[in-house]
T-cell receptor, first 111, second 112 residues
Framework: QKEVEQDPGPLSVPEGAIVSLNCTYSNSAFQYFMWYRQYSRKGPELLMYTYSSGNKEDGRFTAQVDKSSKYISLFIRDSQPSDSATYLCAMSEAGNTPLVFGKGTRLSVIA | DAGVTQSPTHLIKTRGQQVTLRCSPKSGHDTVSWYQQALGQGPQFIFQYYEEEERQRGNFPDRFSGHQFPNYSSELNVNALLLGDSALYLC???????????FGSGTRLTVV
């Protein structure tokens, strides 16, 4: 079993839809949870960052962490074609410890 | 303010050759980490440098080595290249006292 599991998709939705992305993990020592967006041939760009459990909202994006279930989610409201990218979840045990990534989910938002 | 700069952008090498990739961290950052991202996979941690020393290392063979210079820039060296080393190599910089990584756009290495 991999430390972080993420469905690679691809996921295709119409413009304006609510998108739900998620990851599960096995290492209970993870404390920091991140979502990165990666456009083709580019490096990952940090979208959301959460410490421990709870919810965090930033504009159209909401990140949720449920440590009891070892499950994290990213919701994108009113999705736009510009949201089309690969979304990577990442986790770490402490500050500046290595990030452990999921495989990434490829999302296409169709106009 | 420049972010993380990596060079070269692309390169093609032959099996058995050696390669050096370079990274300039974001201004103010003092820690550099390297990741390998194979096609269709998430990035995998190779190693991290702080104060010119390797602080942490992932599950990569000794063919992968690195260096950090006094100006915090870093190099990743890979010896005896294998076809399986073909990947996007990402550099991420951070400040040891704060949480948060900034990634560069990567170097795409193709081994033929």
């Amino acid at each position: 079993q991999k430390e972080v599991e993420q469905d690679p998709g691809p996921l295709s939705v119409p413009e304006g839809a609510i998108v739900s992305l998620n990851c599960t993990y096995s290492n209970s020592a993870f404390q920091y949870f991140m979502w990165y967006r990666q456009y083709s041939r580019k490096g990952p760009e940090l979208l959301m960052y959460t410490y421990s459990s709870g919810n965090k909202e930033d504009g159209r994006f909401t990140a949720q962490v449920d440590k009891s279930s070892k499950y994290i989610s990213l919701f994108i409201r009113d999705s736009q074609p510009s949201d089309s990218a690969t979304y990577l979840c990442a986790m770490s045990e402490a500050g500046n410890t290595p990030l452990v990534f999921g495989k990434g989910t490829r999302l296409s938002v169709i106009a | 303010d420049a972010g993380v700069t990596q060079s070269p952008t692309h390169l093609i090498k032959t099996r058995g050759q050696q390669v050096t990739l370079r990274c300039s961290p974001k201004s103010g950052h003092d820690t550099v980490s390297w990741y390998q991202q194979a096609l269709g996979q998430g990035p995998q941690f190779i190693f991290q440098y702080y104060e010119e020393e390797e602080r942490q290392r992932g599950n990569f063979p000794d063919r992968f080595s690195g260096h950090q210079f006094p100006n915090y820039s870093s190099e990743l060296n890979v010896n005896a290249l294998l076809l399986g080393d073909s990947a996007l190599y990402l550099c991420a910089s951070s400040l040891v006292s704060l949480y948060g990584y900034t990634f560069g756009s990567g170097t795409r290495l193709t081994v033929v």
